[in-house]
């Protein structure tokens, strides 16, 4: 079956730092997610990608739609301690069809 | 608004006993997802419901996995007799019908002993 990969696994940075993380699949998608969980809650949506090269902001977070529609990228400007949490990408390659996750990558920010 | 309603938060159970959850999704919210999220890895589709109809069952074990959505508002999973490798959390989504942005449940988090 499908299957995403997420990298780095985990990470840990300085509050202020800036963060990168990418999410590649074997296959192309058509959409992709990008969530948050925090401990003890659900995943959070915090972007949603439609278009290969797309790029989308929400505050600080900024992720990107692969040109090749097997990858995706999340970046992160000036961590805060509220960042902390496991982000996920999820991928699917047709509408109707069900969401892929990947295993997430976990951010640790230092004050 | 209320969000996507999940209970209970916790449950520990004797393995081979049985064990059901409920989730509330929010209202008028069509589609409705039953996910399983094993430690350190991301959730993963158990079933998805289109109202009443089950639409996607295909990763649901039914040997001992039922899930069911009557009146297409709330759902109940239960598992019956539940395994060790069953410990797990349990998450619920809700979505508009077509919609990309699912919303999910806090989860109950299952542990089997």
């Known amino acids: 079956g499908q299957q995403l990969n997420q990298s780095p696994q985990s990470m840990f940075i300085q509050e202020g730092e800036d963060v990168s993380m990418n999410c590649t699949s074997s296959?192309?998608?058509?959409?992709w997610l990008w969530y948050k969980q925090e401990p003890g809650e659900g995943p959070v949506l915090l972007i949603a990608?439609?278009?290969?090269?797309e790029l989308t902001s929400n505050g600080r977070l900024t992720a990107q739609f692969g040109i090749t529609r097997k990858d995706s990228f999340l970046n992160i400007s000036a961590s805060i301690p509220s960042d902390v949490g496991i982000y996920f990408c999820?991928?699917?390659?047709?509408?109707?069809?069900?969401?892929?996750f990947g295993p997430g990558t976990r951010l640790s920010v230092l004050p | 608004e209320a969000g996507v309603v999940q209970s209970p938060r916790y449950k520990i159970i004797e393995k081979k006993q049985p064990v059901a959850f409920w989730c509330n999704p929010i209202?008028?919210?069509?589609?409705l997802y039953w996910y399983l999220q094993n430690l350190g890895q991301g959730p993963e589709l158990l079933i998805r419901?289109?109202?009443?109809?089950?639409?996607?069952d295909s990763q649901l074990p039914k040997d001992r996995f039922s899930a069911e959505r009557l009146k297409g508002v709330d759902s109940t999973l239960k598992i019956q007799p539940a395994e060790l490798g069953d410990s797990a959390v349990y998450l619920c989504?809700?979505?508009?019908?077509?919609?990309?942005?699912?919303?999910f449940g806090q989860g109950t988090r299952l542990t089997v002993v």
């Open positions: 209202s008028g919210h069509n589609t």
């Open positions: 990608l439609y278009k290969a090269g």
């Open positions: 999820a991928g699917r390659n047709n509408y109707g069809q069900n969401f892929v």
């Open positions: 296959s192309i998608f058509n959409t």
């Open positions: 419901y289109e109202n009443e109809e089950a639409v996607d």
């Open positions: 989504a809700s979505s508009l019908e077509g919609s990309t942005e699912a919303f």
